[in-house]
Structure formats: structure tokens, C-alpha cells
């Protein structure tokens, strides 16, 4: 399974566009990359998923490079509501697969 | 529509004792999967159950075992409890996709 590095905490001020980026060097052809969003004392939420170029929905857009060996989590406009643990994963993308987290990105959004 | 329930919320044992844990999935899946966080680390892979049978297994002992019932809810059951089984068991579900829906855990406390 591709391993992936992320910082480990980023600190924003509400209002301010935060990007996250996850390194990916080892990378497969069949895996797509997928960010997860947990708040203290609850179970991760499914945020974005991608295989290359760019994905954009109603939470965040991710971006993709051509080469593919990271990519950014690109969260518009952060709220103090947005302050949790984001965790970027890779792997193929079949059918319910096992889900590998790492340790995650810690964001702290402040007034 | 409820989302993935688990229960109970919180629970206490001591070394040695066993416990059972409970989880819904989502209404219209049928893949339970089931996770241990320990505090501030990514949740880690336990199993994967569908169709009544574990279909996947992480890295861990034969002591943490499952089942699958025909209404798709699961159970996570632990033998002979040590101090570092202490963690949020988190169960999530899906329906043959990559997305997994996670329930909001069992805090298990091994005194």
C-alpha cells in the first residue's frame, strides 16, 4: 500500500483558504486518493476523492498533479467549524476496501 | 434515514475480562467494517465483514473476532482484554464503494 506524508498540524485564521498537501511517491496505477475529516469524539467523514487533475464539490476541491505523487486538499474560506483532523489516503479504489489512515493533519482554525 | 449507531457509547472492563461491540450500518449497505483508534492516531483496520463472512483482516490477534448478521448489523468481539486494547472502536458501512460511512464509536477503557 502507498504510504503517504502529511504535516502534522496547520493553524489558520477564520476566513482564510487552507491547503494540505499529501505526498504519495509510491503511488499505484489503480489507486485513487481519498480525504477523510474527523472531529474529536466522532468517526471520520468521507470528504473528496480523486484520481488526477482536479475534483471539486460542495467542501473542498482537490488537486492532482500530473505525476500524481501528491496532492492537495484545498478547504475555501475556513470556519472555527472546519477545526479537526484530515487524513489523506490512497489505495485502490474497489469494491469497500480497507480503509489506511495515517496519523492526519491537525488544522486549527482561529478567530 | 439513521446513519451508522453503535453501541454502547462508553464502556469500562479490566484486564483479562471480554467484551462485545455493536454496531448498524447504514440502511441500504452491506459491508461492515470495523476500526481501533488510539488517542491522537489514525484509526487502524481491524476486519471487514460481508455477507456473513470476514472478507478482510488487518494486523491484528486472533483474540479481536466478529460477526455479520443476516440484517447486515455486526458485532466486534475481544477476548481476554489487555491495557493496550484501550481505544475508540469505530465501525463503518458501505455498499461496495470506496466511501465508508463511520459510525461515532465505542470508547473502551481497559482497567
Known amino acids: 500500500l502507498a504510504k503517504t506524508t502529511q504535516p502534522i498540524s496547520m493553524d489558520s485564521y477564520e476566513g482564510q483558504e487552507v491547503n494540505i498537501t499529501c505526498s504519495h511517491n509510491?503511488?499505484?496505477?489503480?489507486?485513487?486518493i481519498t480525504w477523510y475529516q474527523q472531529f474529536p469524539s466522532q468517526g471520520p467523514r468521507f470528504i473528496i476523492q480523486?484520481?488526477?487533475t482536479k475534483v471539486t464539490n460542495e467542501v473542498a476541491s482537490l488537486f492532482i498533479p500530473a505525476d500524481r505523487k501528491s496532492s492537495t486538499l484545498s478547504l475555501p474560506r475556513v470556519s472555527l467549524s472546519d477545526t479537526a483532523v484530515y487524513y489523506c489516503l490512497v489505495g485502490d479504489d474497489g469494491t469497500a476496501s480497507k480503509l489506511t489512515f495515517g496519523t492526519g493533519t491537525r488544522l486549527q482554525v482561529t478567530l | 434515514d439513521a446513519g451508522v449507531t453503535q453501541s454502547p457509547t462508553h464502556l469500562i472492563k479490566t484486564r483479562g475480562q471480554q467484551v462485545t461491540l455493536r454496531c448498524s450500518p447504514k440502511s441500504g449497505h452491506d459491508t461492515v467494517s470495523w476500526y481501533q483508534q488510539a488517542l491522537g492516531q489514525g484509526p487502524q483496520f481491524i476486519f471487514q465483514y460481508y455477507e456473513e463472512e470476514e472478507r478482510q483482516r488487518g494486523n491484528f490477534p486472533d483474540r479481536f473476532s466478529g460477526h455479520q448478521f443476516p440484517n447486515y448489523s455486526s458485532e466486534l468481539n475481544v477476548n481476554a482484554l489487555l491495557l493496550g486494547d484501550s481505544a475508540l472502536y469505530l465501525c463503518?458501512?458501505?455498499?461496495?464503494?470506496?466511501?465508508?460511512?463511520f459510525g461515532p464509536g465505542t470508547r473502551l477503557t481497559v482497567t
Open positions: 480523486g484520481y488526477k
Open positions: 509510491n503511488i499505484a496505477t489503480n489507486d485513487y
Open positions: 463503518a458501512s458501505s455498499s461496495q464503494t470506496y466511501e465508508q460511512y
